[in-house]
């Protein structure tokens, strides 16, 4: 698209460079970078907002929905596999026996049977349940890029942003990557100003605390302040604020870094040590246990959006570490692991997370989502795991505005492939944006300047 420009390029070019000496500190205080094209948004329908917050725990790597939510007791034994179903106190509504405590919670959440794509390799997988959108290939080697969709929580940050100094779009504690880094975890065309804010720190380490949320030690607040003042006064005599969305952009950034900065209820809200012992040791000593509580303690700040990934890697080579991934690799067998760490730590984790919610009072506007990118196969391998599963697998959902005790859809009596009610990533993504206030028909441009639509159509079926 043709640009007016009303001076000489050179001079532009000269007062960016000007300008980019001047915050050069402090757009690396938070990890801001100049933002991108950003796509113009339609109107709209206004709708009621049901879930205020959200917290995604994505389960990298890929749970099998026939050992956990889905199980069929009544299948071959090479079907149903060696874990025991055991009843949920929602009639006909079975979990596994590493769950009893899910079992006593299983009036809470909706379970979605019937989730279903083509996409059987992770980078591919995992870009489409992070984003509602299918991948242009089915590739391992599927890279990031501008042209890929950006992640749920970056479109809520264009479109339902926090005003205040809380960040709108957290994510912690790992980038996710199989080989290469999975795209979906980012702003992508949205541009870097609706970024996640981002930490790899370990919410379980002693003495847990984010170096991004401190001034180094020879940079004052003051000097900080009076370096903004003399910045808006170059915008304001060269023109850029009005010229330049990406400065705009950038101002916006370096704002809501100063706030964070400055928040006293932004540190408390990542204080962690201030919490109880007794809470903390309900959600255990691991980092997914430690980084679900601080999840809780984010959206009770006001955080809108917050993703915790279950693992950096996909897993399947050990039984204490990684995601769930378990084919069975180098003499590792599915069941050994998830006996001895997904089962324990996903039991003990989402159970205590909806109690903790539920207590505060918080549940009823506040959507947990757990989903991994794809499910496992149906039939055991030769060593006694399961491999990639797109073709169906579980969802689950409890509070924000979703029934109690409620499944959607089935699977057929394998566990194969969706029975009735077929639901697809874009779909999910269109039920959480509708039960945020978001209108899924929303369009936002991507950086040619085409309008996309940000989801499919919602499964209100699932809405109470």
């Known amino acids: 698209m043709a640009t007016t420009h009303h001076s000489c390029p050179s001079l532009q070019h000269a007062r960016l460079g000007r300008r980019s000496l001047l915050t050069a500190g402090a757009a690396g205080l938070l990890g801001l970078q100049l933002p991108g094209a950003r ?140 080989g290469s880094i999975t795209p979906g975890q980012h702003a992508s065309f949205l541009g870097k100003r609706h970024d996640p804010f981002f930490f790899s720190e370990d919410p379980a380490e002693k003495g847990f605390h984010l170096p991004q949320l401190a001034l180094p030690a020879d940079l004052e607040l003051d000097r900080m302040q009076r370096r903004r003042e003399l910045l808006r006064m170059v915008d304001q005599q060269a023109g850029l604020l009005e010229q330049s969305a990406e400065v705009g952009g950038f101002d916006a950034s370096y704002d809501k870094a100063i706030g964070m900065l400055t928040s ?134 409890a509070g924000g505005g979703v029934k109690r005790g409620y499944v959607h859809g089935a699977s057929d009596a394998q566990g194969m492939f969706p029975a009735k009610h077929p639901v697809r990533p874009e779909d999910l993504a269109a039920t959480l944006y509708m039960l945020m206030g978001i209108d899924p028909t929303t369009e936002v441009h991507d950086l040619t300047g085409r309008p996309l639509s940000i989801a499919g159509k919602p499964v209100t079926d699932v809405i109470a």
């Not at 071959?76 to 590493?98: C, D, N, T």
């Not at 006996?339 to 009823?364: A, C, F, M, N, W």
């Open 264 to 397: 006293p209820a932004v540190k408390a809200a990542f204080d962690l040590e201030s919490e109880p012992q007794e809470v903390r040791d309900r959600y255990g000593p691991t980092s997914y246990g430690q980084s679900c509580l601080l999840a809780r303690r984010l959206v009770e700040a006001g955080v809108t959006f917050t993703t915790v990934y279950f693992s950096r890697s996909i897993g399947g080579q050990k039984i204490d570490t990684g995601g769930w991934d378990t084919h069975g690799f180098n003499n590792t067998r599915m069941y050994e692991i998830v006996d001895k760490y997904h089962h324990p730590l996903t039991d003990q984790t989402l159970s205590v997370l909806l109690d903790d919610l539920e207590e505060r009072g918080l549940i009823d506007d506040t959507l947990v989502l757990w989903v991994g990118e794809f499910g496992r196969t149906p039939k055991i391998n030769d060593s006694a795991s399961r491999d990639h599963w797109p073709q169906c697998y579980t969802a689950l959902l």
């Open 39 to 178: 796509g113009a948004v339609s109107t709209g329908v206004a709708l009621p907002v049901r879930a205020k917050r959200v917290i995604f725990l994505f389960q990298w790597g890929g749970p099998s929905h026939l050992d956990t939510f889905d199980l069929k007791p009544s299948a071959p034994a090479e079907i149903r596999g060696p874990l025991a179903a055991i009843p949920s106190v929602v009639p006909g509504l079975p979990v596994s026996e590493h769950f009893p405590e899910m079992a006593k919670r299983m009036d809470r959440v909706t379970l979605i049977h019937s989730m279903t794509h083509t996409m059987k390799n992770h980078n591919s997988a995992g870009y489409y349940a992070l984003t509602g959108h299918a991948p242009p290939s089915d590739d391992q080697r599927l890279r990031d890029s501008l042209d890929l969709w950006p992640a749920y929580g970056s479109v809520v940050d264009k479109l339902r942003p926090n005003q205040g100094e809380m960040p709108t779009f957290v994510s912690y504690p790992h980038t996710i990557a199989d």
